[in-house]
């Protein structure tokens, strides 16, 4: 079983902490009146996903989902909207709300690179794993490198409906109908020594339809007409801060949620056994060189994760 995710190490206060965008974001206000809400794209009318946006010189703010839709809710005034997403040129807008919900769609460019720093791959293979084994050396040295934190937390969770069309799918007929499900909530997260993790919700909102709220998916394929039934699927759906938080500084992760075996990390000191890298591309970010590394499992049947690293140069 393979897991796609987005792992962005960034330089902000625990450098340790590997984050994953799930919707998790930072708060630092009340729940307030009005709705901000657009998509972000970028030059080509691509939607970009997990772009923080947040209130300039503040904590306060969201991510946008998978499809680059985002909603941010503020109260009345002149607000200063921040945009930012990796390998993007930081975007801030000027929004006004007035007595009433907003849209406002964000474009943002590429990161320009300077020509004279541009440097030939030969292979990427050798380049991906010269700097994976560098990122390994230094796994322990930020394991446990700080103490405790605590953060005011925000999470949204939902689980959306799309529907197969009969005559053109793989799966004819087998994608039942299910209800839309839907949970906010708001509150304080507790890290402390040795992976302790509390948490105390201040705010909870459950919109999810009571009756048939589990999921239940039947997918047949081509020479098997058993079929597989899940009857629950508790990845697909994130309650509390804990389901998701990772932290891939450890050889071994275990994630209920996902799967009932640990997973390996791909910072894991014998990870080169379990992934391939390769090298995808360099651009600069706040000033810093970052490596952007796709991640593969070489069985994609085991307990492993599929998705993209980006590495600080010289921070590793």
Same mark, same amino acid.
């Given at each position: 079983m393979a897991v796609t995710f987005y792992f962005l190490r960034r330089l902000i206060h625990v450098r340790q902490f590997v984050n994953i965008c799930f919707g998790l974001c930072l708060l630092c206000q009340p729940v307030l009146a009005f !709705? #901000? $809400? +657009?998509?972000?794209s970028d030059e080509g009318g691509q939607p970009i996903p997990f772009v923080s946006i947040y209130l300039e010189n503040t904590t306060y703010g969201v991510a946008s989902?998978?499809?680059?839709?985002?909603f941010l809710e503020l109260e009345n005034g002149?607000?200063?909207i921040v945009f930012q997403a990796v390998g993007f040129q930081k975007k801030i807008e000027v929004v006004t709300i007035r007595n009433g919900n907003a849209t406002h769609d964000v474009t943002l460019k590429n990161e320009a690179v300077d020509l004279a720093e541009i440097t030939v791959i030969e292979n990427k293979r050798d380049l991906a794993m010269e700097i994976m084994r560098k990122v390994i050396d230094k796994r322990?040295?930020?394991?446990?490198?700080?103490g405790g934190h605590k953060c005011e937390t925000y999470i949204k969770a939902s689980l959306e409906k799309e529907f197969i069309d009969r005559k053109d799918s793989l799966l004819p007929g087998l994608l039942k109908r299910e209800r839309l499900n839907f949970i906010e $909530?708001? +509150?304080? $997260?507790?890290?402390?020594?040795?992976? !302790?993790? =509390?948490?105390? =919700?201040?705010?909870?909102?459950? #919109?999810a339809? =009571? =009756?048939?709220?589990t999921v239940q998916v039947e997918i047949s394929t081509e020479g098997d007409r058993s079929g597989q039934r899940v009857e629950h699927n508790p990845y697909l759906f994130y309650t509390t801060i804990a389901d998701g938080d990772f932290?891939?500084? !450890?050889? #071994?992760?275990?994630?209920p949620k996902l799967g009932e075996k640990p997973f390996i990390s791909p910072l894991a000191a014998t990870a080169p056994l379990s992934y391939k890298y390769t090298f995808e591309e360099t651009f600069y970010e706040d000033g810093l060189q970052i490596n952007k590394i796709l991640v593969t499992p070489r069985n994609p049947e085991a307990a492993l994760f599929? +998705?993209?690293l980006y590495i600080v140069e010289d921070q590793w």
């Open positions: !709705q #901000l $809400s +657009g998509t972000v989902n998978p499809k680059g839709m985002y002149t607000h200063r322990r040295d930020f394991l446990n490198a700080y $909530s708001y +509150g304080y $997260s507790y890290y402390g020594p040795g992976g !302790q993790v =509390k948490e105390v =919700k201040t705010a909870y909102r459950d #919109l339809e =009571k =009756k048939g709220a932290n891939f500084y !450890q050889n #071994l992760l275990n994630i599929r +998705g993209y």
